[in-house]
């Protein structure tokens, strides 16, 4: 079934610590790409997005993200995380044969431990 | 300063009633959707909009409807129909692909 797929629901980091999330997709052609941040009770924000060209992607609050073709994959990454970083974290995509709808993965819940 | 406004914030409905939550955007994007958000479940698309007087279904349409009678506005209604209503709903616009999301709405069915 063609979906998008965030395989950590829970993640605790200690402060300072890297971090990675990981997000994989099964569609046809590549769609964009985007990962939205949520804070509890809060509407959601972009981090960063990838439409073409440099795989790497930069974001704000010092997040960034790698697309990789041949693993269907857009993993967020950060170097060193703060307190004010837990949040859920969600991938989303936009599928050609879908137009302009986003489509969710399930999200993963950040936790960061002092 | 624009962006979408979703109100109320926190609304509560007795079971069997229908409740209608409020999406109002001016930031002058044609395209608005509708959203529910259920923990570990993601987001799933309800309607959406991609110009006034159109809308189609999204996945999990059965029980809501909706209206675009105007293109700052988008209401969501959930009716009885509706087997379990009690979600965070958001709204959102978009501009080519950038989307601009509400803070939500909780909705809560007793």
């Known amino acids: 079934a063609q979906s998008v797929t965030q395989p950590d629901i829970h993640i605790t980091v200690s402060e300072g610590a890297s971090l990675e999330l990981r997000c994989n997709y099964s569609?046809?052609?590549?769609?964009?790409l985007f990962w939205y941040v949520q804070s509890p009770g809060q509407g959601l924000q972009l981090l960063l997005k990838?439409?073409?060209?440099?795989?790497l992607v930069q974001g704000i609050k010092g997040f960034e993200a790698e697309f990789k073709r041949s693993q269907s994959s857009f993993n967020l990454r950060k170097p060193s995380v703060h307190w004010s970083d837990a949040a859920e974290y969600f991938c989303?995509?936009?599928?050609?044969?879908?137009?302009?709808?986003?489509?969710f993965g399930a999200g993963t819940i950040l936790r960061v431990k002092s | 300063d624009g962006g979408i406004t979703q109100s109320p914030k926190y609304l509560f409905r007795k079971e069997g009633q229908n409740v209608t939550l409020s999406c109002e955007q001016n930031?002058?994007?044609?395209?608005m959707y509708w959203y529910r958000q259920d923990p570990g479940q993601g987001l799933r698309l309800i309607y959406y909009?991609?110009?006034?007087?159109?809308?189609q279904k999204g996945d999990i349409a059965e029980g809501y409807s909706v209206s675009r009678e105007k293109k700052e506005s988008f209401p969501l209604t959930v009716t009885s129909a509706q087997k379990n209503p009690t979600a965070f709903y958001l709204c959102?616009?978009?501009?080519?692909?950038?989307?601009?999301f509400g803070s939500g709405t909780r909705l809560t069915v007793v």
């Open positions: 959102a616009s978009r501009r080519d692909y950038g989307y601009t």
């Open positions: 569609y046809g052609a590549t769609p964009y």
């Open positions: 990838y439409f073409s060209g440099d795989t």
């Open positions: 989303a995509v936009t599928p050609m044969e879908y137009g302009n709808k986003l489509v």
């Open positions: 930031l002058n994007h044609d395209a």
């Open positions: 909009s991609q110009i006034v007087n159109d809308f």
